[in-house]
């Protein structure tokens, strides 16, 4: 069993940068890929990134690609989420989960889930 915790969200303003964090504890954490996944109000959850166990191999999802940056430290169980020039389309809560498969973008692709953060990017 992995617990996650995430941290980090709040309220900016288009343009500015957020950090998110992931804290995990249980089951060895670096045995799982892990992904930050969003929900926006009345959409579906989709992917964001992911990480592989080692944290040498990233995937993102196109609407991030060259803002978001995913990254993790396995002696600390975290992993993090770096956020750079918001957009109000940002706005999501922002899931942290931890699975098996790398890459892997369907949600049932990863078996433990935080409770998420929200973010959300005022125009």
């Known amino acids: 069993q992995v617990q996650l915790v995430e941290s980090g969200g709040g309220l900016v303003q288009a343009g500015d940068s957020l950090r998110l964090s992931c804290a995990a504890s249980?089951?060895?954490?670096?045995?799982?890929?892990t992904g930050w996944f969003r929900q926006a109000p009345g959409k579906e959850r989709e992917f964001v990134t992911a990480?592989?166990?080692?944290?040498?191999?990233?995937y993102y999802a196109d609407s991030v690609k060259g803002r978001f940056t995913i990254s993790r430290e396995n002696a600390k169980n975290t992993v993090y989420l770096q956020m750079n020039s918001l957009k109000p389309e940002d706005t999501a809560v922002y899931y942290c989960a931890a699975g098996r498969i790398f890459p892997a973008a369907r949600v049932y692709d990863y078996d433990y889930w935080g409770q998420g953060t929200q973010v959300t990017v005022s125009s």
């Open positions: 249980g089951r060895s954490f670096s045995n799982y890929a």
């Open positions: 990480i592989s166990r080692s944290g040498s191999s990233t």
